[in-house]
C-alpha cells in the first residue's frame, strides 16, 4: 500500500536557520505530493503541492521538488521565521483517476523556532 | 466565507456508548472526507461522501460509520466505543472528490476521549 515517511521531531532551529524536513514515500504509479501545516489551535492547511516528477512546488518561501527518481519530497525553507512554528505534514493522493482513495499523511514533524 | 465548521469541538465519552460527529463544510463544497489523527497513527482515512454517497472508506470497522445530507454537511457515528477511539476527528471538504486534487480545506477537529 501507500506510505509517506518523515523525521517526526521536534525539529528546534533558530530563527533565521535554513529549514530541511525530509519526505519519503512509497506508491504504485504516479502520486500527487503534497505539503500541510497545521499551526497551534488551527486545522491543517494546505502549504504547497506538487502532481508530477520534477515539479516544484512553493509557497510562502517554502519550497519542495517531486523527486521521482529518490521518492522524495523534501520541505525546504532559506530563513524560518517564529511563526513558521507549527506541524507539517508530507501527503501523497495516489492520483488512481478514479475514486477517492483519501490522502495518505506523514506523522508530522513538529517544527520549534526560536528567536 | 466561512471555514469548515465541526461540532462538539470536544466530548467525552464511556466504553460501549456510541457518538455522533457534525461538520459542516465551507460553502459549495460538495466532498467531505473524515479523518482520524491519533499520537500513534497519525492522521488515517476514514470515509469520503460526495453528493450523498460514500466514495470510499478506510481500514476501519464498520462501527465507524458516517452520511452525507443534501446540504453537504456530514455526520459520522461511532458506535459501542472502546478506549482505542480516543482521537482528533477531522473533517476535510472540497470542491470534488479529494483525492483527485488533494486540496482539502480542514477543520479544527472533534476530539474524543473514550473513558
Known amino acids: 500500500g501507500n506510505s509517506v515517511t518523515q523525521m517526526e521531531g521536534p525539529v528546534t532551529l533558530s530563527e533565521e536557520a535554513f529549514l530541511t524536513i525530509n519526505c519519503t514515500y512509497t506508491?504504485?504509479?504516479?502520486?500527487?505530493l503534497f505539503w500541510y501545516v497545521q499551526y497551534p489551535g488551527e486545522g491543517l492547511q494546505l502549504l504547497l503541492k506538487?502532481?508530477?516528477?520534477?515539479d516544484k512546488g512553493s509557497n510562502k518561501g517554502f519550497e519542495a521538488t517531486y523527486r521521482k527518481e529518490t521518492t522524495s519530497f523534501h520541505l525546504e525553507k532559506g530563513s524560518v521565521q517564529v511563526s513558521d512554528s507549527a506541524v507539517y505534514f508530507c501527503?501523497?493522493?495516489?492520483?488512481?483517476?478514479?475514486?477517492?482513495?483519501?490522502?495518505?499523511f506523514g506523522k508530522g514533524t513538529h517544527l520549534i523556532i526560536q528567536p | 466565507k466561512a471555514g469548515v465548521t465541526q461540532t462538539p469541538r470536544y466530548l467525552i465519552k464511556t466504553r460501549g456508548q456510541q457518538v455522533t460527529l457534525s461538520c459542516s463544510p465551507i460553502?459549495?463544497?460538495?466532498?467531505v472526507s473524515w479523518y482520524q489523527q491519533t499520537p500513534g497513527q497519525g492522521l488515517q482515512f476514514l470515509f469520503e461522501?460526495?453528493?450523498?454517497?460514500?466514495?470510499n472508506k478506510g481500514n476501519f470497522p464498520g462501527r465507524f460509520s458516517g452520511r452525507q445530507f443534501s446540504n453537504s454537511r456530514s455526520e459520522m457515528n461511532v458506535s459501542t466505543l472502546e478506549l482505542g477511539d480516543s482521537a482528533l476527528y477531522l473533517c476535510?471538504?472540497?470542491?470534488?472528490?479529494?483525492?483527485?486534487?488533494?486540496?482539502?480545506?480542514f477543520g479544527e477537529g472533534s476530539r474524543l476521549t473514550v473513558l
Open positions: 476535510a471538504s472540497s470542491l470534488e472528490v479529494g483525492g483527485r486534487t488533494g486540496e482539502l480545506f
Open positions: 506508491a504504485t504509479g504516479y502520486p500527487s
Open positions: 506538487a502532481t508530477k516528477a520534477d
Open positions: 501527503a501523497l493522493s495516489p492520483n488512481s483517476g478514479g475514486g477517492a482513495d483519501g490522502l495518505t
Open positions: 460553502s459549495g463544497h460538495r466532498s
Open positions: 461522501y460526495f453528493s450523498e454517497t460514500q466514495r
